[in-house]
């Protein structure tokens, strides 16, 4: 097994800079390697301007910020790299490019030289197969940023000799990185996981029904992760996303895998996030930010019907937020005057914060709320009457629409709200409005299955336990993948067994009845069926 100190990396961009500061943190002298000198030189800046971030932030000193750069050898000569023991590409995305590369590192570096790649989509087992010693060839896929983020997807293909897998496995362990190690497969695992969630966050903003930034505040509050998916586009690049996508719909013909079209078009326009300072966010020095109707909009008396925490917190909130708030009990809704009043919530009274009154009661209050109340109210409903209103039992005249407020999380708590047809964005500016002056964060979406945040987070989990069940990871690699590779607080697997296989899987099957696209996982059905978690 060939003991690795000198390490290559071929392509310096965001991805290649990273790697090249991974290994020379790591102490190992690395050559740094772009096609031309001022793309080297450019790599050069990006390595620089990192530790120098890393400096002025106090995590590395000086000294060790010079030691590092002593380590790296920037150059745009593939023919220095005779003596690496391991080289690792990280070009563009084309497998033209690739073939190329690896065809002349077999003229260039000794046979017991591994050779990596860090594709995020491409087939391993091409790139291998085009070279003269196959068995040496393996992928190792870092995530971005890479000095931050720990996942390595050690990737093996049918050809390679085991220990060379076993070395990169040792050698991610030893830079401090979690290694995953997988077969070779469309988009691994966690960008086989990732990719269709952005691509379904960038379809949903596409359809102008739900705003970029509650997008971003479904993934980044509502699920509890460190960005939002338009945010994380623009970070990962959209053209990396756009070419994930296609191979991962090559692979499985699943339509929502394939690329949004809202995506190719931000490609094809070169748009492609934060490298070109402009994707679905401007990221120009003069660029403005998205401002919510602040609170001009919001109003300024509200009544809150129903009992329970749900209502005890709702009526507080609001009255924080300076609003005259009516408190109605439930079964006195039918004599509480509520003409005029231009937002009321109905709250369901059980124990664990209203949601488990028994839905004929609360019908009964939502009837007398919206026999007394005219169409210029607002009345919100919490979650299980939700239902009954996506079912449009009521509400013709008054809009009637689903409040779900959900676990607060390190960015806040998502008080989300369906929007039916007919409701005015004068009501919806309101609506947000009020809920953000109390402290919510405010997420308007089409009053369907899962609204915003649950149709994210449930197709999400979906995926995951239909990876596991087709066998290629385990519940426990997926964890590590998304937790290591994206960040995540918390892995897929740990999520859903909070919720439960059968409220997942329930909302996954809900929203399968509206989109024949999400179908719902066998082991999923099984789990909820059995009432089993997939964490021991
Ligand atoms: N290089 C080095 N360090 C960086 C960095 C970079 N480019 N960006 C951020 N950091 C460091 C910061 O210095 C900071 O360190 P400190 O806490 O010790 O001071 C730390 O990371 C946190 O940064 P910030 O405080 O600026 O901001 P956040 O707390 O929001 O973290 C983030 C930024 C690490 C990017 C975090 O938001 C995150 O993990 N996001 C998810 C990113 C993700 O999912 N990546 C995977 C994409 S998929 C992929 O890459 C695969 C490919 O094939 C497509």
Not at 18 to 31: L, N, Q, R
Not at 207 to 232: C, E, F, Q, W, Y
Not at 420 to 431: R, S, Y
Request: proline share 4%.
């Amino acid at each position: 097994m060939v003991s690795v100190t000198k390490v290559a990396v071929i392509g310096l961009g965001t991805m290649g800079a990273g790697i090249v500061e991974v290994f020379a943190k790591g102490e190992f002298a690395v050559y740094a390697v772009d096609g031309t000198t001022e793309l080297a030189e450019r790599g050069r800046g990006f390595v620089t301007k990192s530790l120098d971030r890393a400096v002025s932030k106090g995590k590395l000193t000086e000294a060790d910020r010079h030691a590092t750069l002593d380590r790296i050898t920037f150059t745009a000569e593939l023919t220095d790299l005779v003596d690496a023991d391991l080289v690792i590409e990280a070009v563009p995305e084309r497998m033209e490019i690739k073939h190329s590369i690896f065809t002349a590192l077999d003229d260039i570096v000794r046979p017991d030289a591994i050779l990596a790649s860090n594709t995020s989509s491409l087939s391993l087992t091409e790139i291998a197969a085009g070279t003269r010693h196959p068995e040496r060839v393996v992928g190792m896929h870092f995530f971005n940023p890479a000095p931050v983020l720990k996942l390595v997807e050690v990737i093996r293909t049918v050809l390679v000799d085991e220990s060379v897998a076993d070395t990169v496995r040792e050698l991610a362990l030893q830079l401090g990185k979690k290694p995953v190690v997988v077969g070779d497969r469309a988009g691994f695992v966690a960008n086989a996981l990732l990719i269709p969630y952005l691509s379904r966050a960038i379809a949903l903003y596409e359809t102008g029904k739900v705003s970029r930034v509650d997008l971003d505040n479904a993934g980044r509050v509502g699920i509890g992760l460190p960005m939002g998916p338009l945010t994380l586009c623009d970070l990962v690049g959209l053209d990396v996303v756009h070419e994930v996508c296609k191979v991962m719909y090559d692979a499985t013909k699943r339509p929502s895998d394939a690329s949004p079209s809202l995506l190719r078009q931000l490609v094809l326009a070169g748009r492609l996030g934060r490298k070109t300072g402009q994707g679905f966010y401007d990221y120009s020095a003069d660029a403005g930010v998205d401002e919510d109707a602040g609170t001009d909009a919001m109003t300024t008396s509200a009544a809150v019907v129903g009992e329970g925490e749900l209502a005890t917190q709702l009526v507080d909130a609001f009255a924080g937020a300076g609003v005259t708030v009516t408190a109605v009990d439930g079964p006195a809704a039918g004599t509480a005057d509520l003409a005029g009043t231009p937002l009321v919530v109905v709250v369901g009274g059980g124990a664990d914060g209203g949601f488990d009154t028994e839905g004929d009661e609360v019908d009964d209050w939502l009837a007398t709320v919206t026999s007394t109340v005219d169409a210029r109210t607002v009345v919100l409903t919490a979650d299980e009457v939700s239902e009954f209103v996506l079912a449009g039992v009521l509400g013709e005249d008054i809009a009637i629409l689903p409040l779900r407020l959900h676990q607060e999380t390190k960015g806040g708590q998502v008080a989300e709200v369906g929007v039916i047809l007919g409701t005015t964005p004068d009501q919806v500016a309101m609506v947000r409005a009020t809920l953000a002056a109390a402290g919510f964060v405010p997420i308007a979406g089409p009053a369907r299955p899962g609204v915003v945040v649950d149709a994210l987070l449930f197709q999400h989990l979906n995926d995951a336990v239909a990876m596991v069940d087709a066998g290629y990871a385990t519940p426990q690699d997926v964890d590590t993948a998304m937790t290591a590779g994206c960040g995540y607080p918390r892995g897929l697997f740990a999520i859903l067994d909070e919720l439960g296989a059968d409220v997942v899987a329930d909302g996954v099957v809900e929203q399968s009845v509206l989109d024949p696209s999400v179908v719902p996982s066998p082991l999923l059905l099984e789990h909820a069926a059995r009432d089993l978690p997939f964490l021991s």
